[in-house]
Structures are given as C-alpha cells and as structure tokens.
C-alpha cells in the first residue's frame, strides 16, 4: 500500500497537469477562431480564414504570441468593427494582417 499512494499521486498530478495545459489549447483555438473570423466578416469578405486559423493555432505555441492572441481576443470582445479597430490595432496587429 505504501508504493501504490505515491505512484497513484503521481499519476493524479500528471494528469491535472495535462489537463490544464490542454485547456489552453482548446482556449488559444477558440481565440483564434474569433479573431479570424472578426477579421473576415469587418475587414475582407474574402479573407481565408482557414489559413488564418493554421497560421494562428502554429504560432501560439511560442507564449509571447499566445499572450497576444488572448490579449486580442480579449480586446475585440463584442465591440463593433469601429470599435475594434480604434481600441484594439496594437494588440491584434501582429496576430492578423
């Protein structure tokens, strides 16, 4: 019983942890989605946005892009096209063109 309660609390930790980092995952993709899909229907009718979503799940695996998307999603919220682009250039600059 004695080597089962640390093995079993290991695997219990583990497993939290891969949790919560799948979690930011699943959150960083739906970010993405959002923010592409603003930028499509506010800005270009045409723009692709299935590439935007590849180019935007990709580079968020570096943190400091990460940051910037959630800063950007968290930024363009509900406002309105307008709003969105006089408050929000600078954090959604470098995720969309």
């Given at each position: 019983?004695?080597?089962?309660?640390?093995?079993?609390?290991?695997?219990?930790?583990?497993?939290?942890?891969?949790?919560?980092?799948?979690c930011g995952n699943i959150d960083n993709a739906v970010d993405c989605n959002?923010?592409?899909?603003?930028?499509?229907?506010?800005?270009?009718?045409?723009?692709?946005?299935?590439?935007?979503?590849?180019?935007?799940?990709?580079?968020?695996?570096?943190?400091?892009?990460?940051?910037?998307?959630?800063?950007?999603?968290?930024?363009?919220?509900?406002?309105?096209?307008?709003?969105?682009?006089?408050?929000?250039?600078?954090?959604?600059?470098?995720?969309?063109?």
């Open positions: 019983m004695t080597r089962v309660l640390p093995t079993l609390m290991f695997t219990l930790v583990a497993s939290l942890g891969s949790l919560l980092a799948g959002a923010i592409c899909d603003k930028y499509k229907s506010c800005y270009d009718s045409n723009y692709d946005t299935s590439a935007c979503y590849d180019r935007c799940r990709s580079n968020s695996k570096d943190d400091k892009f990460e940051k910037s998307v959630s800063d950007c999603h968290d930024c363009i919220g509900d406002k309105s096209c307008a709003g969105a682009t006089f408050t929000c250039g600078a954090q959604c600059g470098g995720v969309v063109p």
